[in-house]
């Protein structure tokens, strides 16, 4: 049985909740001002690392990052 539920927006946009949310708070960073702004965008970086498994052990682990620096 089809749910007559109302679609999200965000989806019938084709986009994911991610995505979405994402979105939103970009705008809402970008609307702040100084200096709250700037401590917005660097709460904003993410790094995270990865390890390859070989043979049921970790390698070395590689740190990454999705700023620029």
């Not at 089809?2 to 994911?16: D, I, K, Y």
């Not at 702004?37 to 049921?56: I, M, Y």
Request: charged share 25%.
């Amino acid at each position: 049985m089809a749910s007559s539920a109302a679609v999200p927006f965000w989806r019938s946009a084709g986009m994911t909740y991610i995505t979405y949310s994402n979105l939103c708070a970009n705008l809402v960073r970008q609307c702040l001002k100084e200096p709250y702004k700037t401590e917005a965008l660097t709460r904003e970086k993410v790094h995270f690392s990865a390890s390859q498994w070989v043979d049921g052990k970790p390698e070395k682990p590689t740190t990454r990052s999705d700023s620029p620096e």
